[in-house]
């Protein structure tokens, strides 16, 4: 029983141990970082153009069950299943900040994306799609 308390607090750590990324808006100025420590971008909150999703297709393998009585290990495709990361648009001449270097489902993604998004409007942000001349 020892052991098997010990196993899911350790596997429980390890999937909630994922990549942390922290957004800070002081004074009009985002800064991202990762872990808390390394700093992914410093900029202007206004040069922040959008929050959007680098998606892209992949076809997942899975063992095929079937033919494993025959001692032969096959696999078969299940299907196309869409994966995302969370991207940062700052207006010129920064390029597009990718938040993780993995792709994630593509259900998270888009709950990380709301979620980046509610922080940024909470500290005045506005996408730029919204913005008028005014600001």
Excluded: C, Y
């Excluded at 942390?20 to 002081?26: C, E, G, K, L, T």
């Amino acid at each position: 029983m020892v052991v098997v308390v010990t196993w899911a607090v350790l596997s429980w750590r390890r999937t909630h141990q994922g990549e942390s990324i922290v957004f800070r808006v002081d004074h009009g100025a985002l800064t991202v970082t990762s872990h808390g420590t390394a700093i992914l971008a410093s900029l202007p909150l206004a040069r922040v153009e959008d929050v959007t999703l680098d998606t892209k297709a992949i076809l997942p393998a899975t063992q095929d069950t079937s033919t494993a009585a025959a001692g032969v290990v096959q696999m078969k495709a299940r299907g196309e299943v869409d994966v995302a990361r969370i991207v940062l648009g700052p207006g010129a001449p920064g390029e597009p900040l990718a938040l993780t270097k993995e792709h994630a489902s593509h259900m998270d993604a888009i709950d990380g994306a709301g979620k980046i998004r509610t922080f940024l409007r909470a500290h005045g942000w506005v996408p730029v799609g919204e913005r008028t001349n005014e600001q």
